[in-house]
T-cell receptor, first 112, second 115 residues
Framework: KAGVTQTPRYLIKTRGQQVTLSCSPI?????VSWYQQTPGQGLQFLFE???????NKGNFPGRFSGRQFSNSRSEMNVSTLELGDSALYLC???????????FGSGTRLTVV | GESVGLHLPTLSVQEGDNSIINCAYS??????FIWYKQESGKGPQFIID?????DKRQGQRVTVLLNKTVKHLSLQIAATQPGDSAVYFC??????????????FGQGTILTVHP
């Protein structure tokens, strides 16, 4: 059974640009969550999607957005990148229960 | 100014010893508590969970203890192996339908196992 796949693994962007990260959940998983991990703030929840609907959102500015497609694949977008957006972005998927989330290996975003 | 990086607690043990990793949580209304292990270059990996109405739960080589009185969670790893070296995070899930996907993670503890 394939795990959660995140692409790309590494990304370097310039301040002011925008970026789109992709996540393919485990087959059959309909809930997808996104997290930002930094040395300063640790792991922080961005948002969660289920059946193409955002059900929950963390405390991040509107520059951070996401969506989920009918096949449960999800993307997150960050516009007008800032240096502080440099982080490991993690995607996690789950069946309908809200406890056992399986994480991908993340996308390492560096903003220069 | 620049944000200060988290100074993660560290635990160093010898191979074969038992390890105990501790976590204090803040939300007395949390419904589930979960332990994750994160190895370098990988995402967090689920280890074990415990519901708030339980005090103890055992898995393979791991035991989680929950003390709701003092809001304390611990993970015990028996016969620790070098492959257990990683950062360990506790996470909590609030009760209620608005908690979808939202794990609140602790700062993490670095476990180093020496052969």
């Amino acid at each position: 059974k394939a795990g959660v796949t995140q692409t790309p693994r590494y990304l370097i962007k310039t301040r002011g640009q925008q970026v789109t990260l992709s996540c393919s959940p485990i087959s059959g998983h309909r809930s997808v969550s996104w997290y930002q991990q930094t040395p300063g703030q640790g792991l922080q929840f961005l948002f969660e999607y289920f059946s193409e609907t955002q059900r929950n959102k963390g405390n991040f500015p509107g520059r951070f957005s996401g969506r989920q497609f009918s096949n449960s694949r999800s993307e997150m977008n960050v516009s007008t990148l800032e240096l502080g957006d440099s982080a490991l972005y993690l995607c996690a998927s789950s069946l309908e229960d809200r406890v056992r989330y399986t994480f991908g290996s993340g996308t390492r975003l560096t903003v220069v | 100014g620049e944000s200060v990086g988290l100074h993660l607690p560290t635990l160093s043990v010898q191979e074969g010893d038992n390890s105990i990793i501790n976590c204090a949580y803040s939300n007395s209304a949390s419904d589930y508590f979960i332990w994750y292990k994160q190895e370098s270059g990988k995402g967090p990996q689920f280890i074990i969970d415990i519901r708030s109405n339980m005090d103890k739960r055992q898995g393979q080589r791991v035991t989680v203890l929950l003390n709701k009185t003092v809001k304390h969670l611990s993970l015990q790893i028996a016969a620790t192996q070098p492959g257990d070296s990683a950062v360990y995070f506790c996470a909590e899930i609030p009760a209620g339908g608005t908690s979808y996907g939202k794990l609140t993670f602790g700062q993490g503890t670095i476990l180093t196992v020496h052969p």
